[in-house]
């Protein structure tokens, strides 16, 4: 595909992350076509210059490069397999990017499948919550080959700083797993900590000021913490998304014989957290259960 002129872009899925990431590629100048199941949630984004698609098939015969931000595995497999899906209708020498965190063997599957076809694909999950997202900073994982990866890196470079090819296909989102599996462990220190400044009497706010910046520093300190302290849930990142990730990751390491028990008590912990009522809200909101026990 040549690209030395943009590419026409096809967008599917507006969710948290899905909308800043359109509206940094609308205003670096790229004709950006869009899809989501709900379509109200694209209204914003029509205004400001993105135009709409009645469906994956519509979408995907139209673009150059297809990007998926979806939710669930489940989710990626519907937009991109069966007969109206992004792999029966997108043109040759298109190419496909999934940017959602799913499964490392699905992103093969997608791969092998797009290159009988004559499609390049890539798994390309991002990390950097909504902040990241609407700053255009995203951390962006890649699996796929290096001359699709090429081609693609303007594209990419609007939506995230750190863009880095980590293999072949499969090997973004085990990345991914890497990061999701380093939060894990990490969420539960940060609401610790908090939770116990509080409880020592302690301003925690002021606190975060001395261990934001030393050794126990980390994004998940310097961004959620402040949130947790000032009790603000709504979701950078969702609990239910969180939950579906560390699931994947523990499969993935289990298949690997690897012991995880960070990742299993977090786990644990965060669908305690579901149960409560708090799937839809931020990972941050985990502060509530050491808060009330």
Same mark, same amino acid.
């Given at each position: 595909?040549e690209?030395?002129?943009?590419?026409?872009?096809?967008?599917?899925?507006?969710?948290v992350?899905?909308?800043?990431?359109?509206?940094n590629?609308?205003?670096?100048?790229?004709?950006?076509?869009?899809?989501?199941?709900?379509?109200? =949630?694209?209204?914003?984004? $029509?205004?400001?210059g993105? @135009?709409w698609? %009645?469906?994956v &098939?519509?979408?995907?015969?139209?673009?150059?490069?297809?990007?998926?931000?979806?939710?669930?595995?489940?989710?990626?497999?519907e937009?991109?397999?069966?007969?109206?899906g992004i792999?029966?209708?997108?043109?040759?020498h298109?190419?496909?990017?999934?940017?959602?965190?799913?499964?490392?063997a699905l992103?093969?599957?997608i791969?092998?499948?797009?290159?009988?076809?004559?499609?390049?694909?890539?798994?390309?999950?991002?990390?950097?919550?909504?902040?990241?997202?609407?700053?255009? =900073?995203?951390?962006?994982? $890649?699996?796929?080959e290096? @001359?699709?990866? %090429?081609?693609v &890196?303007p594209?990419?470079g609007?939506?995230?700083?750190?863009?880095?090819?980590?293999?072949?296909?499969?090997?973004?989102?085990?990345?991914?797993?890497?990061?999701q599996?380093?939060?894990?462990?990490n969420?539960i220190?940060?609401?610790?900590?908090?939770?116990?400044a509080?409880k020592?009497?302690?301003?925690?706010?002021?606190?975060l000021?001395?261990?934001?910046?030393?050794?126990?520093?980390?994004?998940?300190l310097?961004?959620?913490?402040p949130?947790?302290?000032?009790?603000r849930?709504?979701?950078?990142?969702y609990?239910?998304?969180?939950?579906?990730?560390?699931?994947?990751?523990?499969?993935s390491?289990?298949?690997?014989?690897?012991?995880?028990?960070?990742?299993?008590?977090?786990?644990?912990?965060?669908?305690d957290?579901?149960?409560?009522?708090?799937?839809?809200?931020?990972?941050?909101?985990?502060?509530?259960?050491?808060?009330?026990?």
């Amino acid at each position: 595909m040549e690209m030395s002129t943009k590419p026409v872009l096809g967008f599917i899925g507006i969710g948290v992350m899905g909308e800043s990431m359109v509206r940094n590629l609308i205003n670096a100048g790229y004709r950006t076509l869009i899809y989501t199941r709900t379509k109200h =949630k694209a209204e914003a984004l $029509v205004n400001e210059g993105a @135009e709409w698609q %009645e469906s994956v &098939k519509d979408l995907s015969s139209k673009a150059d490069v297809i990007l998926t931000m979806v939710g669930y595995p489940k989710d990626v497999e519907e937009v991109y397999i069966g007969e109206n899906g992004i792999l029966e209708n997108a043109r040759p020498h298109s190419i496909l990017i999934d940017m959602t965190t799913s499964s490392p063997a699905l992103a093969e599957e997608i791969y092998q499948h797009a290159l009988s076809k004559q499609i390049y694909a890539l798994d390309a999950p991002v990390s950097g919550g909504d902040v990241g997202a609407r700053e255009g =900073k995203l951390s962006i994982m $890649v699996g796929g080959e290096l @001359e699709t990866f %090429e081609q693609v &890196k303007p594209v990419l470079g609007v939506m995230g700083q750190n863009i880095v090819l980590q293999g072949p296909a499969g090997a973004g989102q085990h990345t991914k797993m890497c990061n999701q599996i380093a939060i894990a462990s990490n969420m539960i220190g940060v609401c610790e900590a908090i939770v116990y400044a509080e409880k020592a009497g302690l301003n925690p706010t002021t606190v975060l000021e001395s261990i934001g910046s030393g050794a126990a520093g980390s994004w998940s300190l310097s961004n959620l913490a402040p949130r947790m302290i000032s009790n603000r849930l709504e979701p950078g990142f969702y609990v239910k998304h969180f939950i579906k990730d560390m699931t994947i990751a523990l499969e993935s390491a289990k298949k690997m014989g690897m012991l995880t028990p960070g990742l299993e008590l977090s786990k644990q912990l965060y669908e305690d957290l579901a149960k409560r009522g708090e799937e839809d809200s931020g990972t941050q909101a985990l502060v509530k259960l050491f808060r009330e026990n």
